[in-house]
C-alpha cells in the first residue's frame, strides 16, 4: 500500500494520535489545557474504536469525555481557597514567602496540588477496578463479537481508575499509564492499528518522564524549626 493511499484511509486515527501526544505533554507539564485536548482525542478515537471493534475502548473514550470536563473543573477551581498576601507573625513583622515556593498575587486562586495516593483510596480504586473488569468482561464476552474481552476490559478499567486519579493529581496514577500504554501498544498491533500503536508506545515512554515532572512538584510538608 502507498503511503498517499494509508494516509487517506487512516487520516482521522493519524489526526487522534497527534492530538494525543500533544495531550500527554500537556498532562506532564501539568496545564489546564490538556483538557480540551482530551475532549478532542476522544471524540476521534470513539470512531477509530468503533470501526475496529474495540468496544470497551470506544465506551471508554465516552467516559474520558466525561471525566475531562469534571477534570477541567477541578483544576480550574483549584483549592477553593484564596492565596493570601505576605503573613504577620506575632510580633507584627512581615513574614516574605520561601523562594522555593511559587508565588502567588493576593486574592488568586490556589491551583490544585499533586498528592500522593493513601492507602484507604488505593483500596478503593482497587476493588473499583476488579468490579469494572469483570463486568466489562462478561459484557464484552456474551454481548458482542469483540475479538479480545480480556484485553480490552482490562486496559478499559485501569484506564477509568488512571484518569480519575489524574483528574484529582495523584502522582501514583502514572504508573498505571505506563502499565495500560504498553498493553495497548500490543493490543493495538494486533488489530491493526498502526497509529495508535506508535502513540502509546509515545505515551509509555512520555509516561515515565512525567513520573519525574511530578514527583518535583509534589508538596513536602514543612518541618518547623
Known amino acids: 500500500m502507498a503511503v498517499s493511499d494509508w494516509y487517506s484511509s487512516d487520516y482521522i486515527e493519524i489526526f487522534g494520535a497527534a492530538a494525543g501526544i500533544v495531550y500527554v505533554f500537556l498532562e506532564i507539564r501539568q496545564t489546564i489545557w490538556l483538557w480540551p485536548v482530551g475532549i478532542l482525542t476522544s471524540a476521534v478515537y470513539i470512531w477509530v474504536f468503533f470501526t475496529s471493534k474495540i468496544y470497551a475502548d470506544m ?11 469534571f477534570g477541567w473543573f477541578w483544576w480550574g477551581k483549584g483549592t477553593g481557597h484564596r492565596a493570601q498576601g505576605a503573613g504577620q507573625n506575632k510580633e507584627g513583622e512581615i513574614e516574605e514567602q520561601s523562594d522555593e515556593i511559587p508565588r502567588q498575587r493576593k486574592g488568586e486562586k490556589e491551583e490544585l496540588q499533586v498528592t500522593r495516593l493513601k492507602p484507604g483510596t488505593g483500596a478503593i480504586l482497587f476493588v473499583v477496578f476488579v468490579l469494572l473488569y469483570l463486568a466489562m468482561w462478561l459484557i464484552l464476552t456474551r454481548l458482542t463479537d469483540s475479538p479480545v474481552p480480556v484485553r480490552d476490559s482490562f486496559i478499559t478499567s485501569l484506564s477509568i481508575i488512571a484518569t480519575w486519579m489524574l483528574a484529582r493529581k ?3 496514577h502514572w504508573y498505571l499509564w505506563i502499565v495500560v500504554n504498553f498493553v495497548s501498544a500490543v493490543l493495538f498491533l494486533t488489530r491493526g492499528l498502526y497509529p495508535t500503536v506508535i502513540l502509546y508506545v509515545v505515551y509509555g515512554v512520555m509516561s515515565f518522564a512525567g513520573l519525574v515532572a511530578w514527583k ?8 518547623p524549626s
Open 59 to 69: 465506551s471508554l473514550q465516552g467516559y474520558y469525555l466525561i471525566i475531562s470536563c
Open 170 to 172: 495523584i502522582y501514583e
Open 216 to 223: 518535583k512538584t509534589i508538596p513536602h510538608p514543612q518541618v
